[in-house]
């Protein structure tokens, strides 16, 4: 009872919304995030479809999802959100639609088998990838204006992306990814004044075999 009594408070206190369904997809038990993220009751919830929560196209989906998974006992990763961590809407009892991480998994117990959903509430997060685009397009906005170039090299991928003018200043293709390896190398060094080839062919070889940082 004391191991029950500790995975009913971990239910309660989640920072996630937890709800878990029938084969049929209807609620059997949500944890109070789930009344505060959606705006519903607990007794508004259990017993009602869980694709209440949906808007369309997987709100008509859901069903086809879960039957796919019984009748092969395995999940299409291309088509299913059982067992895996994927991004979608979902619909406030206002009609409010916001991003969410969904993560489902099956509870396959002696009797039957039940679906235990993880729903996270990600709006910030995708304010703030739209802010950090945002003003990655004003910059590059500002650069071109400027008429200033710039490049970043990543050692990783061995590529160099550029922004701003450099293409108009050094006769590239418009904005994007240019490899600098073997031949494109050469095309490379040749962006940089002859009397700074050396310098820069050491800096890179330096930060490539030490991981350090190149400046």
Same mark, same amino acid.
């Given at each position: 009872k004391a191991s029950e009594a500790y995975l009913d408070a971990i239910y309660k206190t989640s920072i996630d919304a937890l709800?878990?369904?029938?084969?049929? @997809?209807?609620?059997?038990?949500?944890?109070?995030?789930?009344?505060?993220?959606? @705006?519903y009751s607990n007794a508004e919830l259990v017993g009602q479809n869980v694709r209440m929560l949906m808007p369309d196209p997987h709100r008509s989906e859901h069903d086809g999802y879960l039957n796919s998974y019984q009748k092969?006992?395995?999940?299409?990763?291309?088509?299913?959100?059982?067992?895996?961590?994927?991004?979608?809407?979902?619909? $406030?009892?206002?009609g409010t639609l916001f991003p969410i991480e969904l993560n489902v998994n099956p509870l396959e117990l002696?009797?039957?088998?039940l679906f235990a959903g993880s729903?996270?509430?990600?709006?910030?997060?995708?304010?703030?990838?739209?802010?950090?685009? +945002?003003?990655?397009?004003?910059?590059?906005?500002?650069? $071109?204006?400027a008429h200033v170039g710039t490049w970043d090299w990543s050692k990783e991928t061995q590529s160099m992306s550029y922004t701003g003018s450099t293409d108009y200043l050094y006769g590239l293709a418009p904005e994007g990814t240019v490899e600098i390896l073997t031949r494109k190398s050469k095309?490379?060094?040749?962006?940089?004044?002859? +009397?700074?080839? +050396?310098?820069?062919?050491?800096?890179?070889?330096?930060?490539n075999h030490t991981s350090g940082m190149f400046n």
């Open positions: 709800i878990i369904i029938n084969n049929r @997809g209807i609620i059997q038990r949500c944890n109070p995030t789930t009344e505060e993220l959606f @705006g092969s006992g395995t999940a299409k990763p291309e088509t299913t959100v059982i067992g895996a961590i994927r991004e979608y809407e979902a619909i $406030k009892a206002d002696s009797t039957e088998i729903i996270r509430d990600i709006s910030k997060r995708k304010q703030a990838e739209q802010l950090a685009h +945002d003003n990655k397009q004003h910059l590059v906005n500002t650069l $071109k204006h095309e490379f060094i040749k962006c940089i004044h002859p +009397d700074d080839r +050396d310098m820069v062919k050491n800096a890179v070889n330096t930060a």
